[in-house]
């Protein structure tokens, strides 16, 4: 389809794991986002990419926290030694330009 | 078919028109349902929560139809501020959220 995939869909992991969760863009959207909507909470920004220009991290929670685009397309978020608190929904969304995003299903986070 | 379901757009409208957006949704069982406001890059806003049949709070109105198993937003007046994503979430439990791809709203002078 034409819309933002992200997998997986759902990902159960043991604490201290690490997981990769994948987004991948609309065909030529040059900005993408992820965020996270954990229980209870409201959506999260974490993470920005826009372009070849460096990414604006500033909502990432710790430093186990990291994310990587390759060829300004697909896009990777890595946890490493996962924890509970980490457990969420982590949503994507990519956009062609400063305005209007089109977001993923999200990818659920279950931390044991 | 995804859970979820939202007319993308682009919406363009000119600065003082009504516009709608729907989401529907294939859970029959869900409870509340949220609309957010997303400007991309900044925290998305939450707008509107509806959790029976509606909720009015000044130019927008949402609107719940459980037999149909869709929401609404209605925006009156528009303004060039309106311009962005908005984004339908629906909590089919009370442990899970479903999100929508976004509807993006362009308002023009």
């Known amino acids: 389809g034409a819309g933002v995939s992200q997998s997986p869909s759902n990902k159960v992991t043991e604490k201290g794991k690490d997981v990769e969760l994948r987004c991948d863009p609309i065909s030529g959207h040059t900005a993408l986002y992820w965020y996270r909507q954990s229980l209870g909470q409201g959506l999260e920004f974490l993470i920005y990419f826009q372009g070849n220009s460096a990414p604006d991290k500033s909502g990432l929670p710790s430093d186990r926290f990291s994310a990587e685009r390759t060829g300004g397309s697909v896009s990777t978020l890595t946890i490493q030694r996962t924890q509970q608190e980490d457990s969420a929904v982590y949503l994507c969304?990519?956009?062609?330009?400063?305005?209007?995003?089109?977001f993923g299903s999200g990818t659920r986070l279950t931390v044991v | 078919r995804k859970e979820v379901e939202q007319d993308p757009g682009p919406f363009n409208v000119p600065e003082g028109a009504t516009v709608a957006f729907n989401c529907t949704y294939s859970?029959?069982?869900?409870?509340?349902f949220f609309w957010y406001r997303q400007d991309c890059r900044k925290e998305p806003k939450l707008l509107m929560s509806v959790y029976s049949s509606g909720n009015e709070d000044g130019r927008f109105t949402a609107q719940l139809n459980r037999a149909s198993q869709y929401i609404s937003l209605l925006i009156r007046d528009s303004k060039l501020s309106d311009s962005a994503t908005y984004l339908c979430v629906v909590n089919p439990n009370n442990n899970d959220m479903r999100f929508g791809a976004g509807t993006r709203l362009t308002v023009k002078p």
């Open positions: 969304a990519s956009s062609p330009d400063s305005r209007g995003c089109t």
């Open positions: 859970n029959s069982a869900s409870q509340s």
